[in-house]
């Protein structure tokens, strides 16, 4: 079992960026897929990208590709959230988590972090 602390969010104007960050404790993650997740008030969890265990492979939902892109270091168990061009509405929760699955269309990882709020204003 991984800790996962997520850290970078808060206020945001509209069309600003915002990097999100998430520091693993326990063991590497080196091994681990690793992927953000993001929720909405009142909305489902949904899987915004996926990165391999090397870095070498990467996924990124339609509805951000372009815009956001996920990284890691392994050297320093971390993994990353760049996030350009937001958009402005309800405050919405970055999950950081280790094997990010979609099964039966439901979210699942090995392990969660408490999430970052990420609020981008008009």
């Known amino acids: 079992q991984v800790h996962l602390v997520e850290s970078g969010g808060g206020l945001v104007q509209a069309g600003g960026s915002l990097r999100v960050s998430c520091v693993a404790s326990?063991?590497?993650?080196?091994?681990?897929?690793m992927g953000w997740f993001r929720q909405a008030p009142g909305k489902a969890r949904e899987l915004v990208a996926v990165i391999s265990g090397g870095g070498a492979t990467t996924y990124t939902a339609q509805t951000v590709k372009g815009r956001f892109t996920i990284s890691r270091d392994n050297a320093k168990n971390t993994v990353s959230l760049q996030m350009n061009s937001l958009t402005p509405g309800a405050a919405i929760i970055y999950y950081c988590?280790?094997?990010?699955?979609?099964?039966?269309?439901?979210?699942?990882?090995?392990?969660w972090g408490q999430g970052t709020k990420v609020t981008v204003s008009s």
């Open positions: 988590a280790t094997e990010p699955m979609i099964v039966v269309g439901i979210p699942r990882a090995g392990d």
């Open positions: 326990g063991r590497t993650i080196s091994r681990s897929s």
